[in-house]
C-alpha cells in the first residue's frame, strides 16, 4: 500500500527563478504525492525565504519539504531519490556558483569536501548546502529557532551561512544531516565573455 505524503517545494527567490530550474521542477517526479509550492519572494535575507517557506508547510500540514534554489539544475528522480533514503535531512552535492573544487558539503571533521574526494554513497556531513535538501517536517518541532541565521564576523562578512546555521542547529538536538552524491546537480551562474 503506497501512503500519499504532502510534500511543500519551497523556493526562496528575490531575483526570479531561472527558465533550466522551471524546467527541472516541471519534469520532477511527483511519485502519486500531494504537492504545495511555495515561492518566497519576500524578505530581506535567505534566512527569512526559508523560515517563510517552513511557516507555509506548517501551516498547509506538509510531511516533507523540499527546498529547491531559485538556480539549480536537477534531475526527474531527485525528489523521489531523497525520499527513498529516508533520511531526516538529506542535501546534495553543488558547488557555489564559481569555478573551483570545493563543494558546499562540510565534513564531520569540519573539513569542506572537494571534487577529488565525494563519496559514491550516500554519507552524513556537518552541514549541507539547502540549494536542494529534503527536510522531515517533524526536524521543525524539535530544533530551536531561528532555524535559519547568519554568522558575521565583525567586519560584516559572513562566517557561517543559513544552511550551515540550521544543520548546526539539527546538530544540537542530534538529528542526523546526511548527502546524496548520486544526483547530478548543477548551480547556474553567470560568466563574463
Known amino acids: 500500500i503506497t501512503t500519499t505524503i504532502m510534500i511543500t517545494i519551497g523556493i526562496p527567490t528575490n531575483r526570479?527563478?531561472?527558465?533550466?530550474?522551471?524546467?527541472?521542477?516541471?519534469?520532477?517526479?511527483?511519485?502519486?504525492?500531494?504537492?504545495?509550492?511555495?515561492?518566497?519572494?519576500?524578505?530581506?535575507?535567505?534566512?527569512?525565504?526559508?523560515?517563510?517557506?517552513?511557516?507555509?508547510?506548517?501551516?498547509n500540514e506538509s510531511d516533507y519539504l523540499l527546498f529547491v534554489d531559485d538556480d539549480m539544475i536537477f534531475p526527474p528522480n531527485t525528489l523521489t531519490r531523497l525520499l527513498s533514503l529516508d533520511k531526516d535531512i538529506v542535501g546534495i552535492v553543488s558547488h557555489s556558483r564559481k569555478i573551483d573544487e570545493k563543494t558546499t558539503v562540510q565534513l564531520p571533521d569540519g573539513k569542506v569536501l572537494i571534487d577529488k574526494e565525494i563519496p559514491t554513497e550516500t554519507f552524513q556531513v556537518k552541514a549541507v548546502g539547502a540549494g536542494i535538501m529534503l527536510v522531515n517536517m517533524k526536524v521543525f518541532e524539535i530544533i530551536d529557532k531561528p532555524f535559519f541565521n547568519t554568522e558575521t564576523h565583525s567586519n560584516g562578512f559572513t562566517l557561517m551561512g543559513e544552511d550551515s546555521w540550521f544543520c548546526r542547529q539539527a546538530e544540537r538536538k542530534e538529528i542526523e544531516v546526511w548527502c546524496d552524491p548520486t544526483l547530478e546537480i548543477k548551480h547556474i551562474g553567470d560568466f563574463s565573455y
Open 16 to 59: 526570479g527563478v531561472k527558465a533550466k530550474t522551471v524546467l527541472s521542477l516541471l519534469n520532477l517526479e511527483r511519485g502519486g504525492h500531494e504537492f504545495h509550492v511555495v515561492c518566497a519572494t519576500e524578505g530581506y535575507t535567505i534566512s527569512e525565504n526559508r523560515s517563510y517557506i517552513v511557516a507555509q508547510a506548517m501551516k
